[in-house]
């Protein structure tokens, strides 16, 4: 099943990445520097990001355009931490990464979510926000219902236009960021995440836009692009 091959695939790039920055045994709460982890927090954190994506203010900018970019960028950021936060829940009931995949491919909403994503224009932005405000709602309180999370998550992505094929895509360029992001001094402060003009992100959206999808030329891609900073 292709879906569930790209589902690991993310899963275990998650948990390198994780590992890679937080340190073996992250699952247990803390980093290696000894900062607590909260993906609930982490993920209500984005949602936030991904409303101010829309037009809520009521007392200023009120006919901005929604920033479709930023929507779809925000949903795989919040995507990041719904898998950091499953992996964590498997590992505390001594489930592998396979359980998980067949855990999330099983759940409700992601057959819908493997077909075509609905058009953002056919749903009024309020409505929108308002799906986003549920997620940040489920993930406030102590318990929380992982699989619930998933379907709430997979309806609110495909009225953002964003389907699997689509997040996958762009979720292996914007892992491979945050790994470039962390070997140039993003934990310490001295990662530059403006390139001439153009946030770190819009750089990585061109560069999928001309079909470089291998995450070795994804890297290399941005080095070359980083060292033109100034």
């Avoid at 970019?69 to 995507?79: L, P, S, T, Y």
């Avoid at 819908?112 to 932005?125: G, H, S, V, W």
């Amino acid at each position: 099943m292709k879906e569930a091959k790209q589902i690991k695939e993310m899963l275990q790039l998650q948990q390198r990445l994780n590992d890679d920055t937080n340190g073996v045994g992250w699952e247990n709460g803390t980093t290696k520097d000894g900062k607590l982890i909260n993906w609930k927090r982490c993920i209500y954190m984005e949602c936030a990001e991904l409303i101010d994506s829309f037009p809520w203010k009521h007392w200023k900018n009120i006919k901005s355009p929604i920033n479709k970019e930023n929507v779809v960028v925000e949903i795989v950021d919040i995507w990041h931490f719904v898998m950091s936060l499953g992996l964590e829940i498997a590992a505390h009931n001594q489930k592998s990464i396979d359980d998980l995949t067949l855990e999330i491919v099983s759940s409700s909403g992601f057959i819908d979510f493997c077909k075509e994503p609905f058009k953002m224009q056919d749903y009024n932005a309020y409505e929108i926000v308002n799906d986003i405000e549920i997620i940040i709602n489920t993930c406030s309180g102590f318990n929380i219902d992982f699989l619930e999370l998933l379907r709430i998550y997979f309806g609110l992505a495909l009225k953002c236009e964003v389907n699997l094929k689509k997040l996958f895509g762009v979720y292996m360029g914007k892992n491979v960021l945050n790994k470039f992001r962390q070997d140039h001094g993003y934990k310490e402060g001295n990662y530059i995440k403006v390139w001439n003009g153009k946030e770190d992100n819009e750089v990585m959206n061109e560069i999928l836009a001309q079909n470089i999808n291998e995450p070795d030329q994804i890297y290399l891609e941005l080095e070359k692009y980083y060292k033109s900073v100034k």
